[in-house]
């Protein structure tokens, strides 16, 4: 049944205080739950007490320490129903056991590598033990664990250390963790095992020590030290950006090799796929880096936003998400380079969300209905969420942005809360209505924004006439206009950016423009000479712009413009244009010939002393295959679109080898570092013989090999191999091989060898990925693994995915099957990568409907996977 945002109802108790006492075992984990209980202000008398579970049998039950009778319950595995609970607070003590090795959804309590670890958000804490497993119970933990002493010796939870000690008379032992703050049930976590700690401290800004902890498995520990930096640097930058201090005497992170998603908040207890901990230049590249750096201030950041105010319901997910997402992409910012940072993210928005939100499984950042919630962790609700956040600071300015965040943390600490209250803090300390602004909560779809401009010299007056309006969207019957913030310039000849006179037709604070009508026309008097319209600077809104610009002026803005990103943007604009056209010929069968300009913008950004080499290296990266899918929208033919990108390549590859081939030797030497700036230049230099592989020179595929061998660093090796793998280049099985035999005791270095063989465009792949699977080092109950090889086989490698003769569609069919048995959140996510599938051409289409019927046909499927099937087919 679908749950509804309108059927939220406030919950009929409340569990103050929760003990729990769990003793640990891999096939019999007991665990007794004593809570506190009491009834809600307005509940009826005799009102039953339904607690949550999953996949739970029930030993025992008492009330005030009587044991209830039979009759006095109901208990099934996925519900404990109290019949007539006391009217006074009364204290519920409740028995369960439960099987962490059996457990392969990797919900709830299971193990990892022996380790015994949770997941509990969104609904996993019910699988532990029965309760009000509802973010809007906030309650006040005690956790007591207990575990052989051998097998165990580390046994965390939340909060702080109480109490630790010997069972008397047993090989066994116990800690006791209190947590001052009370928390909603999904944010319970326990850890136990043989891990090493890494150890540190940091003194916040009013003066206490915190101890800082990082556990991994044995041998590991010299893997933590970036993770280590990123948290302290994360810890700082809260504090000194938005005020906000860490609130225990001890922060904890655990990296285990099992895990659905990246990392979880756990407070005072982060769980980490040790992806996104461990990394030393031999084994983790320049993005594996920044990534860690972005997720361990993810995580952390959740303290204040998600643990301290936490959602009333899931449907307000995004309040924690896209708030927390906006505060990792300004830290990332603050570290590195603001317009590279801001370039990936639009990137990565444009690939993922806006694909999501153009086809069946678009839904609006807050959505009003799903059937199981753990399918709406989502681009849209994290990135699209991150950008609405965004938004209110370009309207607000940072001042108030920050007055009402201020507010917000002041006002809601130790609530549960709705968007609604969130945005009132904003409302309240800026005095600005943002009714309208909150229908980027409530509206699917990606806004189409049409913008057209005219120069009266006469009159010396600049008219930009704007046009928004939000596609269809399934299950959307009506739009209102949206109140889209853009971010512009008016460039002069020079590149200069001019003052207009006065605006008429729109509200225009600095150089922002607020567009909130469906049609709207802005006059810019006093405009001496007729300028380019930079718009959507920094890209201040995530609309589809549809500008008018001539190629001409998109050179321009590529050479002039003073916001870097538009300049990115004018390249990409450039460039797809092109691509769409090439596109078209080569299904037309008409002869392909790519645009020169192109070629010349590339020539002059390499030249440009004033770029640093991460943006050029942006700037020379062609839009994604996807990305052209997206922008072509319907009867798309991948290897078209695939030829016309490669046809561009090598265009360039060809014109510009002398200075590709400079660029290639003056790539860093020395000792490896992370930092942004080393980085940058590898991905120049790395770029750079992406497009110098497919010139004309000499020697092209020994460079590459000659690369690969030399690399002393994973960053450098990676792009050597996917190049001689991708290209099918002479000594590409020869580096598999060697790649292999260096990495093979290391798992995190083997994903990405798994991973260069699935996306690679070559007519064997889909054979390649199925023998994969048989590999002694796939793991097919490994989600890294899996996302690794079948993943990424099935949204990166677009033209063999999607191949005519259906059997890359069938591999991924049948691979979420299989998977869904085990674990069905992984299956499901697997499966979203059939959402475009309508955008197809015919035959495609066909292919894709057929392996979705036959998913959708299979009776035991998951909720997760019935409900995306459900959704793609509708
Ligand atoms: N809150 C976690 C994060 O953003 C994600 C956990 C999602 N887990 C899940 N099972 N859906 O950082
Ligand atoms: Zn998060």
């Known amino acids: 049944p679908a749950i509804r945002l309108e059927d939220y109802q406030l919950p009929r108790y409340r569990i103050e205080t929760v003990f729990l006492d769990i003793n640990l075992d891999p096939t019999e984990t007991r665990v007794c739950t004593r809570m506190s209980l009491a009834r809600t202000a307005g509940t009826p008398d005799g009102t039953p007490l339904e607690l949550d579970g999953d996949d739970l049998s029930l030993t025992s039950v008492q009330i005030d320490g009587v044991p209830l009778e039979c009759s006095a319950y109901e208990a099934s595995p996925e519900k404990l129903t109290i019949k007539a609970p006391p009217a006074a607070p009364f204290e519920l003590i409740v028995e369960t056991v439960i099987n962490p090795s059996a457990n392969t959804q990797l919900m709830g309590l299971y193990q990892s590598s022996g380790t015994y670890c949770t997941q509990c958000e969104a609904e996993g804490f019910r699988r532990i033990t029965y309760f009000l497993d509802r973010p809007d119970i906030l309650s006040v933990y005690t956790t007591r664990l207990e575990a052989l002493a051998n097998n165990c010796p580390v046994l965390l939870a939340n909060g702080n250390l109480a109490e630790t000690g010997r069972v008397e008379g047993t090989d066994r032992h116990f800690a006791v963790w209190h947590d001052p703050h009370p928390k909603p049930a999904y944010l319970f976590a326990l850890v136990a095992g043989d891990l090493a700690k890494v150890p540190d401290r940091f003194t916040t800004r009013s003066g206490t020590s915190v101890e800082l902890n990082i556990y991994v498995e044995h041998g590991k520990e010299g893997l933590c030290g970036w993770a280590m930096d990123s948290l302290k640097r994360s810890m700082?930058?809260?504090?000194?950006?938005?005020?906000?201090?860490?609130?225990?005497?001890?922060?904890?992170?655990?990296?285990?090799?099992?895990?659905?998603?990246?990392?979880?908040?756990?407070?005072?207890?982060?769980?980490f796929n040790d992806k996104y901990v461990l990394a030393d230049p031999e084994t983790a590249t320049d993005q594996d880096y920044a990534n860690i750096e972005a997720v361990i201030a993810h995580e952390y950041f959740h303290n204040w936003t998600g643990n301290r105010i936490t959602c009333r319901d899931w449907f307000q997910l995004c309040l924690k998400e896209g708030l927390t997402v906006f505060r990792d992409q300004e830290f990332s910012s603050d570290m590195r380079s603001r317009a590279v940072k801001r370039i990936a993210d639009v990137r990565l928005l444009k690939s993922h969300q806006f694909p999501e939100d153009a086809g069946p499984l678009a839904h609006p950042v807050r959505p009003r209905t799903y059937h199981e919630i753990n399918n709406f962790y989502t681009a849209t609700v994290y990135e699209k969420g991150a950008e609405v956040v965004r938004m209110l600071k370009t309207m607000l300015g940072p001042e108030a942005f920050r007055a009402g965040l201020d507010l917000y943390f002041e006002r809601h600490d130790g609530e549960a809360t709705t968007i609604e209250a969130f945005l009132k803090c904003f409302e309240d300390s800026s005095g600005r209505d943002l009714g309208q602004f909150s229908l980027w909560y409530d509206q699917a779809g990606t806004p189409v924004v049409a913008a057209e401009t005219e120069y009266d010299p006469a009159r010396q007056s600049f008219t930009l006439s704007l046009t928004q309006e939000i596609p269809p969207v399934p299950g959307q019957k009506t739009t209102r206009a949206n109140v889209i913030p853009l971010r512009f310039g008016l460039v002069d000849p020079n590149g200069t950016d001019l003052t207009p006179g006065s605006v008429d037709g729109a509200t225009v604070s600095g150089d922002v423009l607020l567009f909130d009508q469906q049609h709207q026309t802005v006059t810019f008097k006093n405009v001496p000479v007729p300028p380019v319209l930079s718009l959507q600077r920094a890209f201040s809104a995530p609309v589809r712009l549809n500008q008018k610009l001539s190629e001409d002026e998109l050179l321009f803005l590529a050479r002039k413009d003073s916001d870097p990103f538009n300049r990115w943007q004018a390249v990409q604009t450039l460039a797809m244009q092109d691509l769409v056209r090439l596109t078209s010929a080569i299904r037309a069968h008409q002869p392909v010939s790519p645009s020169e300009g192109i070629i010349d913008v590339f020539r002059s950004i390499l030249s440009d002393g004033s770029l640093d080499a991460a943006l050029k290296a942006q700037a020379l990266t062609l839009p994604g295959e996807a990305d052209i899918a997206q922008e072509i929208g319907k009867d798309v033919d991948p290897d078209a679109i695939r030829s016309a990108r490669e046809s561009l390549r090598s265009l360039a590859g060809k014109a510009l080898s002398g200075q590709l081939l400079q660029i290639i030797e003056a790539s860093p030497a020395g000792a490896y570092s992370p930092d942004a700036e080393p980085a940058g230049q590898r991905a120049l230099a790395n770029r750079a013989l992406h497009y110098f592989a497919v010139s004309d020179a000499s020697g092209v595929s020994a460079l590459v090999a000659d690369r690969f061998k030399t690399a002393n660093n994973m960053t450098d090796r990676l792009a050597a191999l996917t190049l001689l793998v991708h290209s099918n280049l002479p000594r590409a099985a020869e580096a598999l091989a060697a790649f292999h035999d260096r990495h093979q005791s290391n798992s995190l270095a083997m994903d990405k060898w798994?991973?260069?063989?699935?996306?690679?465009?070559?007519?064997?792949?889909?054979?390649?990925?199925?023998?994969?699977?048989?590999?002694?080092?796939?793991?097919?109950?490994?989600?890294?693994?899996?996302?690794?090889?079948?993943?990424?086989?099935?949204?990166?490698?677009?033209?063999?995915?999607?191949?005519?003769?259906?059997?890359?569609?069938?591999?991924?069919?049948?691979?979420?099957?299989?998977?869904?048995?085990?674990?069905?959140?992984?299956?499901s996510r697997l499966l979203t990568s059939f959402r475009s599938w309508r955008a197809l051409e015919p035959q495609r289409s066909a292919l894709a409907e057929s392996a979705l019927l036959r998913i959708s046909s299979c009776e035991e499927l998951s909720r997760d996977s019935r409900d995306i099937v459900d959704r793609t087919l509708q």
């Open 236 to 271: 700082r930058w809260d504090e000194e950006t938005f005020g906000l201090e860490y609130d225990l005497s001890v922060f904890n992170i655990v990296a285990v090799s099992d895990f659905n998603m990246g990392a979880m908040e756990n407070k005072g207890l982060n769980i």
């Open 754 to 827: 798994f991973m260069t063989q699935a996306t690679a465009p070559l007519k064997d792949a889909a054979q390649v990925v199925a023998r994969l699977m048989d590999h002694p080092l796939y793991d097919p109950s490994n989600p890294n693994k899996v996302r690794a090889l079948l993943q990424s086989f099935a949204s990166g490698n677009p033209t063999q995915f999607a191949r005519v003769d259906g059997s890359g569609f069938k591999l991924v069919a049948e691979s979420v099957l299989a998977i869904d048995k085990r674990n069905p959140q992984v299956a």
